[in-house]
């Protein structure tokens, strides 16, 4: 049973920085990133393999400020982010190759 849970969202003041974790059990393969704003599609942010750990960025700008890792000991891949923008609002989920198995989400809100 692949089950997939977020923490680590809140709200915070352009410029801070937010620690997410997506704590995942019975997968270990590429996990990635998404995040929605309402009413509009997933767009995805970042992913890593497992068990390379190879990183992927939607783009530059993220790869400067996001940074997305994994503690294989217990299974649980981070996104780190700083300077926060406005514009990195939004709900932000973690998911499996494929898009099989996604988990509830987690809000970031950035003023």
């Known amino acids: 049973h692949v089950q997939l849970v977020e923490s680590g969202g809140g709200s915070v003041q352009a410029g801070g920085s937010l620690r997410l974790s997506c704590a995942v059990s019975?997968?270990?393969?590429?996990v990635g990133w998404f995040r929605q704003v309402a009413g509009k599609a997933r767009l995805g942010v970042a992913s890593?393999?497992?068990?390379?750990?190879?990183?992927?960025y939607r783009d530059d700008s993220l790869k400067g400020r996001f940074t997305i890792s994994r503690y294989s000991a217990k299974n649980t891949v981070f996104l780190e982010m700083y300077g926060l923008e406005p514009g990195d609002t939004g709900m932000y989920y973690c998911?499996?190759?494929?898009?099989?198995?996604w988990g509830q989400g987690t809000q970031v809100t950035v003023s």
């Open positions: 019975g997968y270990r393969h590429c």
């Open positions: 998911v499996t190759e494929g898009f099989t198995h």
């Open positions: 890593i393999s497992s068990p390379v750990g190879t990183t992927y």
